[in-house]
């Protein structure tokens, strides 16, 4: 769920924010952005239709506040206190896990963010390839890391997006109510991972 700091709590203006993203990020993943109308989140989120104007004025808005703010919340889980892990190996099962928690625990954020944000305005748009590329960075860096340096960077990326891909479309089959829950489901994705990682070191490739 989307959340807005505040250092002094949360205002009523910050809930009604949150209460309309959150409602507007399920509709979205659901009926699609496109399909979905200011009129629809409002009665949605249980306001008035004039009242939801108040908060955000247009649609692209509301979507782009809850890229922004779910790429933060990505961003802020996958860089803490990452440095101070000096294990390579452990460092890239802390960013699968916490990457797997992130996106299973609110599903249709990340299914908003991976089949919606090409609906932003271009300028909006380029903010979240922004901070897609810093995400991808940090993973990119931590494979390296465990590589000692060795891979060559077109390598890495490859390697880099075979691991995104795996944790990012979680969306599209994962039911979080059945027997494998999330941190089981990063351990199986890391397993996977790291025991093909580990034979593309000894190959030396």
């Known amino acids: 769920m989307l959340k807005k700091?505040?250092?002094?709590?949360?205002?009523?203006?910050?809930?009604?924010?949150?209460?309309?993203?959150?409602?507007?990020?399920?509709?979205?993943?659901?009926?699609?952005?496109?399909?979905t109308s200011m009129e629809d989140v409002a009665a949605a989120a249980k306001i008035s239709k004039g009242s939801i104007y108040y908060y955000f004025s247009t649609k692209d808005e509301i979507l782009d506040y809850i890229l922004s703010t779910f790429m933060d919340a990505v961003l802020e889980n996958a860089g803490h206190d990452l440095q101070e892990i000096d294990d390579p190996e452990e460092r890239i099962r802390i960013i699968i896990l916490r990457h797997v928690t992130t996106y299973t625990g609110d599903m249709y954020l990340a299914k908003t963010l991976m089949q919606?944000?090409?609906?932003?305005?271009?300028?909006?748009?380029?903010?979240?390839?922004?901070?897609?590329?810093?995400?991808?960075?940090?993973?990119?860096?931590?494979l390296s890391s465990y590589l000692n340096n060795d891979a060559d960077r077109d390598r890495l990326t490859v390697l880099t997006?075979?691991?995104?891909?795996?944790?990012?479309?979680?969306?599209?089959?994962?039911?979080?109510?059945?027997?494998?829950?999330?941190?089981?489901?990063?351990?199986?994705?890391?397993?996977?991972?790291?025991?093909?990682?580990?034979?593309?070191?000894?190959?030396?490739?």
């Open 5 to 35: 700091r505040a250092s002094n709590g949360i205002s009523k203006s910050d809930k009604k924010i949150v209460t309309i993203a959150n409602t507007a990020a399920k509709l979205f993943s659901s009926k699609g952005y496109v399909a």
């Open 116 to 142: 919606e944000a090409h609906n932003l305005p271009a300028a909006k748009h380029k903010k979240i390839k922004v901070k897609e590329r810093e995400y991808f960075r940090i993973v990119f860096g931590a």
């Open 161 to 205: 997006f075979n691991l995104l891909g795996m944790c990012n479309w979680l969306f599209s089959w994962y039911d979080p109510k059945k027997s494998i829950g999330p941190e089981q489901l990063a351990r199986l994705i890391f397993d996977t991972f790291m025991n093909g990682l580990s034979g593309f070191a000894r190959k030396g490739q």
